[in-house]
């Protein structure tokens, strides 16, 4: 079973709650000392979800996500739940959710400095908006925690992130890697700067603000960022849906990006391929 820290307030709609609560389903609750017992002296890797995931769907897309993880036996795969979902629209209102993104890092953070002093080290995995959540938390945690491993999948954040906004808390990173697509539909409607403006601004006028999921992250790119970034190649057609959930085989690592023009796995394997990355960044020594 997967371990959760839930930050959501309600099973759906976007409401912080107020504590974080420990589980591996969406029905029962667990004592935080249940969960301790598996973390001391083992490295963490905290997956996140994105925007519009409610608590059921949050939970079985890590769920089956972890289960295509290959992280070797002493890590610790964790999912966090956070309440990213519309409060009256769905997708409509993903502008609005960056504050219960960062609501849920404040959250998160000082949980992790309270209770997760005897892990090895911390990594973390996101999707979407979830990187706000994660580089939120970060930013907030002590730098006596460890932060080994940051991996942003089709992060709904500006590209230019890890060098203005949370340039502090990407300086609190081992290794950072950023996996984008270019054919990320939902990103291309939702950047540059709002829908209104999409198609009327191109990349390099000065208003430009790209998504880091799509455009990869802006330079210059920080010392501890691996390979610049990583991009899909465009001809796989990789979705903002195609990240998270799926099902069996895995694809063990070594799992790389491939050169432009390279043929795709199947659609249904891509959830697999992409945990297959995680998993390679996560164990690069």
């Known amino acids: 079973m997967t371990w959760f820290l839930d930050l959501r307030a309600d099973s759906a709609g976007g409401n912080p709650a107020g504590y974080v609560t420990i589980r591996q389903n969406a029905n029962d609750c667990f004592n935080v000392n249940d969960l301790l017992k598996e973390v001391r002296g083992r490295d963490v890797l905290f997956g996140t979800h994105g ?3 409610n608590r059921e769907e949050g939970i079985a897309d890590l769920s089956a996500w972890a289960n295509l993880l290959e992280l070797g036996d002493n890590t610790l795969f964790i999912g966090v739940l956070w309440p990213g979902d519309s409060r009256w629209a769905p997708v409509v209102d993903y502008p609005f959710e960056g504050d219960e ?3 849920s890092g404040r959250l998160l953070a000082p949980f992790l400095d309270k209770h997760f002093t005897e892990a090895v080290s911390l990594s973390f995995a996101s999707h ?3 990187a706000r959540m994660i580089l939120e938390a970060i930013r907030q945690m002590s730098r006596s925690v460890r932060v080994r491993r940051l991996i942003m999948m089709a992060g709904a954040i500006d590209d230019n992130c890890l060098i203005e906004e949370y340039s502090d808390a990407a300086k609190k990173v081992d290794e950072i890697s950023v996996l984008a697509s270019h054919e ?5 409607l939702a950047f540059p700067i709002g829908n209104l403006l999409a198609g009327i601004i191109s990349r390099g006028h000065p208003y430009w603000q790209g998504a880091l999921g799509q455009d990869g992250p802006d330079s210059p790119y ?6 610049g970034w990583q991009k ?3 001809g796989w057609e990789y979705g903002h849906g195609d990240y998270l959930g799926g099902t069996l085989p895995a694809m063990p690592p070594p799992v790389s990006v491939p050169k432009e023009g390279s043929p795709s796995p199947s659609r249904s ?5 992409s945990a297959g990355f995680v998993s390679t960044r996560f164990q690069r020594a």
């Open 51 to 53: 925007f519009n995931v």
């Open 101 to 103: 993104a960062i609501t």
């Open 128 to 130: 979407s908006l979830g």
């Open 184 to 188: 990320d539909v939902v990103l291309k």
């Open 222 to 227: 920080p010392e501890n960022i691996r390979s």
């Open 232 to 234: 899909i190649p465009d």
């Open 269 to 273: 394997l891509y959830p697999a391929w």
